[in-house]
């Protein structure tokens, strides 16, 4: 499966932003889609999941009330919705898809977009 991603740019504190993810194909229903995010001299951690049919969700703790992520199964495609950015969620964000990519069972990544928040 090929990820293709989109989105990202530089933007204030405060500001929203929407990522999408294109997969090439969707491997099985209950596999996730979503992102994850490096910062500069940081490992890369977990920010969002969700599953084909949208009923299981997870979000990283420092991203919960700020972040939505969404799904169209019927494009393939997964939707990060990042709104009230702060400085600390300046990043590398890679989609990635698998079994759970909060445990980091992944089977693919994208290439990863910046995001940029300034403060």
């Known amino acids: 499966v090929q990820l293709q991603a989109s989105g990202g740019g530089l933007v204030q504190a405060g500001d929203s932003l929407r990522l999408s993810c294109v997969a090439s194909e969707r491997l099985f229903s209950r596999y996730t889609i979503g992102w994850c995010r490096q910062a500069p001299g940081k490992e890369r951690e977990f920010v969002a999941q969700?599953?084909?049919?949208?009923?299981?969700?997870e979000y990283a703790d420092s991203v919960k009330g700020r972040f939505t992520i969404s799904s169209d199964a019927a494009k393939n495609t997964a939707y990060l919705q990042m709104n009230n950015l702060k400085p600390e969620d300046t990043a590398v964000y890679y989609c990635a898809t698998g079994l759970r990519i909060a445990t980091t069972a992944i089977d693919a990544w994208g290439r990863g977009t910046q995001v940029t928040v300034s403060s």
């Open positions: 969700i599953n084909w049919s949208g009923d299981n969700i």
